[in-house]
C-alpha cells in the first residue's frame, strides 16, 4: 500500500486529506498529553495495554487510526476515562474528514484513472 505522502502526489487536490491529517496529528497529540499528565512513558503505556511500543509511537504521530476500543483502553490505562468522549469526538472529527476525502476523489474520476490503467488498487485505510 502506498503512503499518504505517495497518495497526496498522485492524487492532486490535497486539501481534505491534510484536513484528516491534522486531524489525526490532534488526536495523536492529546493522547500524548493524556499519557505524559498520567507520568507514563510509551514503553509502559504499551505494556500495560499488551501493545506493541511502536503502536503507541504511531497513534501519537498520527500515523496510526486509533480504534475506538483503543482510545477507551488508552484512556483507561492513564487514569483518564473522563477523556474518553474528549478522545471519541476527535476520532469522529477525523473519520468525517475522511469521508469528505473520499467523496471528493469518487466526484473526479481523472484523479483516479493512473491507479486503474495500472491495475493497483489504492485504498488509503484510516491511520495513513
Not at 469522529?92 to 490503467?117: C, D, I, K, M, V
Request: charged letters at 20%.
Amino acid at each position: 500500500m502506498a503512503s499518504c505522502a505517495d497518495l497526496y502526489r498522485l492524487l492532486g487536490d490535497q486539501s481534505a486529506m491534510t484536513d484528516y491529517q491534522m486531524a489525526c496529528t490532534s488526536l495523536g497529540a492529546r493522547l500524548r498529553e493524556i499519557r505524559v499528565a498520567a507520568g507514563l512513558s510509551g514503553r509502559a503505556l504499551a505494556q500495560a495495554l499488551g501493545w506493541h511500543p511502536s503502536k503507541v509511537s504511531k497513534l501519537e504521530l498520527g500515523r496510526q487510526t486509533a480504534s475506538v476500543e483503543d482510545l477507551k483502553a488508552w484512556a483507561g490505562a492513564c487514569g483518564a476515562p473522563g477523556s474518553i468522549a474528549e478522545l471519541l469526538a476527535m476520532r469522529r472529527t477525523l473519520e468525517t474528514h475522511y469521508a469528505n476525502w473520499r467523496r471528493q476523489l469518487a466526484g473526479n474520476p481523472s484523479q483516479t484513472s493512473g491507479f486503474r490503467r495500472s491495475g493497483e488498487a489504492y485504498t488509503p485505510a484510516p491511520g495513513c
